[in-house]
């Protein structure tokens, strides 16, 4: 997904949008389908999942960069906004620090956000056909992978939902969907434009997570109520 959003050319330079009904966000956004550089189309490749990752990886990588440049020079005074939906780590791991370092070498107004699912990656048995060796290389590989992908984003968030635990949560989380965990958050000391927010910390590494209908709300977990917590009322003492 491409979002260009230029703030003259919406809104016209007092700031005021011209068509109340035109919204930018929705009229400048373009999807651009990636997944042929997903395909194999060599059998070789097909058998040997290394081999295959770092072709479809690289595919990847030069997709997705021939559709920035092609954006940046049709509209070269807008930020472009990347959403990558479920990307997979396998192909991931390769195509995106060769991106970032692109963006950043360049200083490309760029903005780049990616969800991927790492249980279903860490999760998924690999082809019998395919030369990674055992069992336990496989998995050393593909924590490889999710870590080298992690290490070439500026932050990573990861969402646990309760509904996916084995055992339920303590009560006092009774009114949270799940917990947002902020696993790297990095400062920066280069000239790229997003630098200029970095010196705003999280106030905390755990948020809790409501959702209300279509609503999602994230909140600092705080120490909740006596009624929550297990036992009741039964602890005695300064409420």
Same mark, same amino acid.
């Given at each position: 997904m491409w979002d260009q959003f230029d703030f003259e050319q919406d809104y016209g330079d007092? !700031?005021? *949008?011209?068509?109340?009904?035109? *919204? +930018? %966000?929705?009229?400048?956004? @373009?999807?651009?389908?990636? /997944?042929?550089?997903?395909?194999?189309?060599s059998s070789t490749l097909r058998n040997d999942a290394t081999m295959e990752y770092q072709q479809q990886g690289m595919a990847l990588f030069c997709s997705l960069y021939k559709h920035l440049q092609t954006t940046l020079s049709s509209h070269p005074n807008t930020v472009i906004r990347l959403f990558l939906h479920r990307l997979p780590i396998g192909q991931g791991a390769i195509a995106m620090p060769l991106l970032m370092s692109k963006i950043r070498k360049e200083n490309l107004p760029v903005v780049v956000l990616a969800t991927a699912r790492p249980w279903k990656w860490l999760s998924s048995s690999p082809s019998s056909n395919n030369? $990674?060796? &055992? &069992? *336990?290389?496989?998995?050393?590989? @593909?924590?490889?992978? %999710?870590? /080298? %992908?992690?290490?070439?984003?500026?932050? #990573?968030? /990861?969402?646990? &939902?309760?509904? /996916?635990?084995?055992?339920p949560p303590p009560p006092e989380f009774s009114l949270l969907q799940g917990v947002l965990t902020v696993r790297k958050c990095a400062s920066f000391h280069v000239?790229? $434009?997003?630098?200029?927010? #970095?010196? @705003?910390? +999280? %106030?905390?590494?755990?948020? !809790?997570? @409501?959702?209300? !209908?279509?609503k999602v709300t994230v909140q600092l977990l705080h120490l909740p109520p006596e009624e929550y917590s297990k036992g009741g009322s039964s602890t005695s003492g300064v409420r």
């Open positions: 007092n !700031g005021n *949008n011209t068509d109340a009904e035109k *919204n +930018p %966000l929705v009229t400048n956004t @373009k999807i651009v389908d990636c /997944s042929r550089a997903l395909w194999s189309s030369n $990674y060796g &055992s &069992s *336990n290389n496989d998995a050393m590989n @593909k924590l490889d992978a %999710l870590s /080298s %992908l992690r290490t070439a984003t500026d932050v #990573t968030l /990861s969402l646990d &939902s309760f509904s /996916s635990f084995r055992s000239a790229h $434009y997003t630098d200029a927010v #970095t010196w @705003k910390r +999280p %106030l905390a590494e755990r948020f !809790g997570v @409501k959702r209300d !209908g279509r």
